[in-house]
């Protein structure tokens, strides 16, 4: 762990800030993990939507893949279903993931 860019304190560089609150607490969090997710998502070659910057979109050799980001869900559809499964895969080490597998009902 680093101390914040500019307030290294010479002769203290050893030592960190103790935070006193969660990240989720903070009115910025939601961004900063968007931010995140979105730059994870570059790496992986997705591009956002024109109309919509929560739905992302892959094409690859095996067919698209669509990713649609609603609050703290994640809906992963297309055709390429070797992709999907490499893409969960990546997500699942990028962050703590629960797969459901299928759902019924999607608004």
């Given amino acids: 762990m680093?101390?914040?860019s500019g307030y290294?304190?010479?002769g203290s560089e050893n030592l960190v800030c103790r935070l006193k609150k969660?990240?989720?607490?903070?009115k910025q969090s939601p961004r900063a993990w968007f931010d995140?997710?979105?730059?994870?998502?570059f790496k992986y070659d997705f591009l956002h939507a024109m109309?919509?910057?929560?739905?992302?979109?892959?094409l690859s050799t095996g067919g698209v893949i669509v990713l649609i980001v609603y609050v703290d869900d994640i809906?992963?559809?297309g055709s390429d279903?070797?992709?999907?499964a490499d893409l969960k895969a990546y997500l699942n080490r990028q962050f703590h993931t629960k797969d459901l597998v299928l759902f019924n009902i999607f608004l």
């Fill in 81 to 84: 279903s070797v992709g999907i």
């Fill in 75 to 77: 809906i992963i559809s």
């Fill in 2 to 4: 680093d101390q914040p």
């Fill in 22 to 26: 969660a990240l989720y607490e903070l």
């Fill in 36 to 41: 995140k997710f979105n730059s994870i998502l």
């Fill in 8 to 10: 290294v304190v010479s």
């Fill in 51 to 58: 109309s919509d910057h929560l739905v992302f979109s892959r």
